[in-house]
């Protein structure tokens, strides 16, 4: 990924932290499973390295095709792993500085509940789950 700087964040207890090289870039995933897991939309920062983990972190095999880590002090949603990709997804909220953060992209946006629609700001809204695995994969189109 291009333009990633190193970033650091935590859960809400302050158990879990890291630092990683990520983008000043999330997207929204909208699917079931993301709004059942972190009790709305997932909106994740894919990051191509973790630099530092500390903390009591879990994972959860949620599907066949991805994992998901947790704090096991607090159960804040931490990240979602995708299984044909070494990249993780670390929750945006969690990053320290939450400033110059550009939503660009929409998963699963068939997905969404009618009574919710983030404000169109430019970012890609994308359908489907071949769309998802395009983007967890790195194979989003342009």
Partial sequence: MSDQKIKTGKCACGAVSFKVKAPDTYGACHCKMCRQWCGGLWMGVVCDEIIELNGPVQEWESSKIASRGFCAECGSSVWHKPKQSSNFTFGQGLFDDQQGWTLTREICADDQPDHY????????????WGTLMAVITGRLPK
């Fill in 117 to 128: 629609a983030l404000a169109d700001k430019g970012q890609k809204a994308f359908t489907g």
